[in-house]
């Protein structure tokens, strides 16, 4: 579990079509940039960094959101 929201944006839309939230959270020895797709009930794609940036370690198997925040 992250500590802390370093930082969150939002597109400024409203509803579930073209909402989309991006945060950034640290625990201060590694991060982790999560993006929702539709507000809190759509889709979601997390994917974990260390500091250091040589590692990554994907939680849900996929690289990236598609074009339609499908995983």
Do not use: C, I, K, Q
Not at 10 to 23: A, F, I, Q
Not at 28 to 35: A, K
Not at 40 to 57: I, Q
């Amino acid at each position: 579990m992250y500590a802390e929201t370093v930082r969150r944006w939002w597109n400024g839309s409203w509803g579930r079509l073209n909402r989309r939230d991006v945060y950034v959270r640290t625990d201060g020895v590694s991060f982790e940039v999560e993006v929702r797709l539709g507000g809190a009930n759509g889709h979601r794609w997390r994917r974990e960094y260390t500091l250091a940036g040589t590692r990554s370690t994907r939680r849900n198997g996929t690289s990236r959101p598609t074009r339609h925040g499908r995983t």
